[in-house]
């Protein structure tokens, strides 16, 4: 479960440190989103909480606060101005994080209960302030099929799939102002930054 202690300790030292999951949303990706939060509150071996970006109505607002707290799960839902670019809103993420780590937690992505934790043990092993996954499983529902995608083959350093950060929040660039391909454009900002990124291989299934 996100927010238990692995080793069952007291020992505040002995507690992972915090992730803040970043997710930008909108009404039109329920019911995506609702299960997306249930995959965060089966995280297994992280702490966590759950932080929310949103330009909905005010139904909408109380539908994710409800949501994440049945999922018991600590979250901050942020009612954004209507027009800003995904960019501008997923930087309205970061700002409310209060984890050590962040992580992009899309809102029409599946996760396995191990995800976060072995990206975690990434960085840590590698000492690294980034850490992505390697691979990928991507469904196709309308024609049925499931692809396991290898963005090793992808030119370095971008070999690796942008969606899936893990890193630490006090190293993180702002994401341009874009409506689509932030993510891309962050990613090339940590390379030219010279971030030392931690590559997760062998987890697409996560």
């Known amino acids: ?15 992972p440190m915090l992730i803040s999951a970043l ?6 990706s329920l019911p995506h989103l609702a299960a997306s939060i249930g995959d965060l509150a089966r995280q297994r071996g992280v702490d966590c909480e759950l932080v929310v970006v949103h330009d909905g109505d005010a139904a909408f607002h109380s539908f994710v606060g409800e949501t994440a ?17 995904l960019g501008e809103l997923r930087n309205r993420s970061v ?7 962040v992580a992009q937690w899309d809102d029409d ?3 396995h209960p191990e995800r976060l934790a072995r990206q975690v043990a990434a960085l840590v092993e590698r000492r690294a302030a980034f850490s992505f996954l390697a691979e990928q499983l991507h469904w196709f529902p ?12 992808e030119a370095y350093p971008l070999d690796f799939v942008q969606g899936t ?36 291989r062998d987890a697409g299934w996560s």
């Open 1 to 15: 479960h996100c927010g238990s202690d692995p080793d069952g300790g007291s020992d505040p030292d002995s507690m």
């Open 23 to 28: 997710t930008v949303t909108r009404p039109s």
């Open 69 to 85: 707290r049945r999922a018991g799960l600590r979250a901050t839902v942020d009612r954004a101005p209507a027009g800003m670019a």
């Open 95 to 101: 700002r409310l994080a209060r984890g050590g780590l």
């Open 109 to 111: 992505d599946r996760h």
């Open 142 to 153: 309308t024609r049925g099929t499931l692809y396991w995608e290898d963005w090793t083959t």
């Open 165 to 200: 950060l893990v890193g630490r929040r006090d190293a993180m660039p702002a994401y341009p102002a874009l409506r689509r391909g932030e993510d891309t454009a962050l990613c090339r900002s940590l390379v030219e930054a010279g971030a030392t990124i931690a590559r997760v």
